[in-house]
């Protein structure tokens, strides 16, 4: 099989992509939430819910 092989150099670069990307996608999801509260199909206290859920989650995986 073919190797690829990557200079030393694109691994910041595909770091900072990675970065712009999750950033990206929290704005987006943020956006999201925020309408589908103001069109009554979640509670706020649904997604603060949620949201602690997800964190406490990231915790115990960083525990392991």
Not at 41 to 58: A, C, F, T, V
Request: aromatic share 4%; charged share 40%.
């Amino acid at each position: 099989m073919d190797e690829i092989e990557r200079d030393d150099g694109d691994d910041y670069e595909d770091d900072e992509h990675i970065e712009q990307m999750i950033i990206d996608n929290g704005i987006l999801l943020h956006s999201l939430a925020a309408l589908l509260v103001r069109k009554g199909i979640l509670k706020q206290e649904e997604i603060d819910g949620e949201m602690d859920r997800l964190y406490e989650e990231m915790e115990n995986f960083d525990q392991q």
